[in-house]
């Protein structure tokens, strides 16, 4: 407000209203700074990124499980010519085969979680045979991190089963027609 000694009511500057909105002009001022800092523009840019890639990540991730369990995509399938272990639906990649003549034996063990205790079914392969592309060598860094803090690791590779269910006699059945020298070892620890 802005009133001059002795000289009628005050007077109001640069303010009006209409239904809904409020717009506030505030007079013989710019409205942002005529040489503003990198960072006035920094902060709002990280959030904004933080925010959007938190949505982003959301979003594929459920799209990946969703299209996953609408496509029916295999999870394990044990058949004449061996073992496919699928990988988790996001982020995507390809499904592991593993002949049976690399194949040592199908694990079945508990994987501890916060809150749910779930199991996972692994593959541990012959020593000498040919890896399936994306599973690390034994004694890597990648392999210690994924199996850690179990020492030994159990097999080289597994699948959680999150999204699908295990059925011991279905897989025992195939395993039995299919190749039964390999053996399955159930791990309760």
């Given amino acids: 407000m802005l009133s001059f000694i002795g000289i ?4 109001m500057l640069g303010y009006a209203v209409w239904f809904g ?7 013989h001022r710019q409205p942002f700074p005529a040489d503003p800092r990198p960072s006035d523009y920094m902060y709002y840019s990280m959030f904004v990124g933080l925010i959007g890639g938190t949505a982003i990540w959301f979003v ?10 609408l496509a029916r995509r295999v999870a394990l399938r044990v058949d004449e010519t061996g073992v496919t272990l699928a990988r988790h639906p996001f982020p ?20 501890p979680g916060p ?3 779930t199991r996972a079914v692994a593959l541990r392969l012959k ?13 890597s860094f990648r392999a210690r991190l994924m199996w850690y803090p179990r020492k030994p690791p159990p097999a080289d590779f597994f699948l959680i089963i999150r999204g699908w ?3 011991m006699d ?20």
């Fill in 165 to 167: 269910e295990l059925e």
């Fill in 115 to 117: 809150r749910i205790r």
């Fill in 21 to 27: 909105y409020t717009i506030v002009t505030v007079l």
């Fill in 60 to 69: 594929a991730m459920s799209a990946g499980w969703l299209l996953a369990g």
């Fill in 92 to 111: 995507p990649r390809r499904a592991a085969k593993v002949r049976w003549e690399d194949l040592s034996a199908i694990v079945v063990l508990p994987m």
């Fill in 8 to 11: 009628g009511p005050p007077i």
């Fill in 127 to 139: 020593p000498g045979a040919s890896r399936p592309p994306g599973v690390p060598p034994p004694g």
């Fill in 170 to 189: 279905g897989l025992v059945n195939a395993q039995r027609t299919h190749r039964p020298v390999v053996p399955i070892v159930v791990l309760d620890h």
